[in-house]
C-alpha cells in the first residue's frame, strides 16, 4: 500500500525567506511523487511532479522540490517566500508496484503555509 | 488546451434528499476520472475512479455512487443524503496510465442539513 505523510500541520515564514514543506512517503515500488496547492474554496492547483532522472524538480510559482530515496522524502522548497504563497499544500504519491492502469493518487494531509509580511 | 467543469459550486441539502454533482472534461479523450472527497479543509479521500465509459471503480463503501455515461462526464449520486456526506467534493481528470498529475476541478460544496 502507498502511504504519504506530511509531518507539519502548519509553517509559518516570513516574506523573502526560504520555505520548506516536508513530506515522506512509503511505497512498495518506485514512486511518482507530486506537489499540489489549493487556496480556500478552491480545487488543488498542480505544482510539480517527480517521475525519474534528476533529483531536483522545478515547478511552478518559483517551487522546487528534492527527490530523496534514501530518505524516501520529497520536500517542497522555495528560495524566497511571498504572502501570496500562503496556502494549503498537499504532497501525493503513487506507487509504480501493483501494474494498475490508472492514475489513483495518495494524498497527505496537508500543510498549512502562513508567510507574513 | 483542457478543462474541467464542474457543478453546482455550493449545495444545501436536506437529510435524505438526492444528490447529483456533475463533472466534465473539455479538450480530451478518454481520460481517467475521479471523485474526491475533502472533509473539514483537510486531507482527500478517493471515492470513485473511472477508466472507461461504465466502467467505475469504487475505493470506500458509503452513500455514494458515481456514474460515467459519457467519454468525458462524471456524475456522483446518491438517493438519500446522509449528515456525514457534507464536505467538499473534488472531480479530477488526467491521462491515461501512471505518470501524469491529476487536473481538478473547482469543487463542490455540500452541506447537508
Known amino acids: 500500500a502507498q502511504s504519504v505523510a506530511q509531518p507539519e500541520d502548519q509553517v509559518n515564514v516570513a516574506e523573502g525567506n526560504p520555505l520548506t514543506v516536508k513530506c515522506t512517503y512509503s511505497?512498495?515500488?518506485?514512486?511518482?511523487l507530486f506537489w499540489y496547492v489549493q487556496y480556500p474554496n478552491r480545487g488543488l492547483q498542480f505544482l510539480l511532479k517527480y517521475i525519474t532522472g534528476d533529483n531536483l524538480v522545478k515547478g511552478s510559482y518559483g517551487f522546487e522540490a528534492e527527490f530523496n530515496k534514501s530518505q524516501t522524502s520529497f520536500h517542497l522548497k522555495k528560495p524566497s517566500a511571498l504572502v501570496s504563497d500562503s496556502a494549503l499544500y498537499f504532497c501525493a504519491v503513487r506507487d509504480t508496484a501493483g501494474g494498475t492502469s490508472y492514475g489513483k493518487l495518495t494524498f497527505g494531509q496537508g500543510t498549512i503555509l502562513t508567510v507574513h509580511p | 488546451s483542457q478543462t474541467i467543469h464542474q457543478w453546482p459550486a455550493t449545495l444545501v441539502q436536506p437529510v435524505g434528499s438526492p444528490l447529483s454533482l456533475e463533472c466534465t472534461v473539455e479538450g480530451t479523450s478518454n481520460p481517467n476520472l475521479y471523485w474526491y472527497r475533502q472533509a473539514a479543509g483537510r486531507g482527500l479521500q478517493l471515492l470513485f475512479y473511472?477508466?472507461?465509459?461504465?466502467?467505475i471503480s469504487s475505493e470506500v463503501p458509503q452513500n455514494l455512487s458515481a456514474s460515467r455515461p459519457q467519454d468525458r462526464q462524471f456524475i456522483l449520486s446518491s438517493k438519500k443524503l446522509l449528515l456525514s456526506d457534507s464536505g467538499f467534493y473534488l472531480c479530477a481528470w488526467s491521462w491515461t496510465g501512471i505518470t501524469g498529475e491529476l487536473f481538478f476541478g473547482e469543487g463542490s460544496r455540500l452541506t447537508v442539513l
Open positions: 473511472s477508466v472507461g465509459i461504465g466502467q
Open positions: 511505497v512498495s515500488g518506485n514512486p511518482y
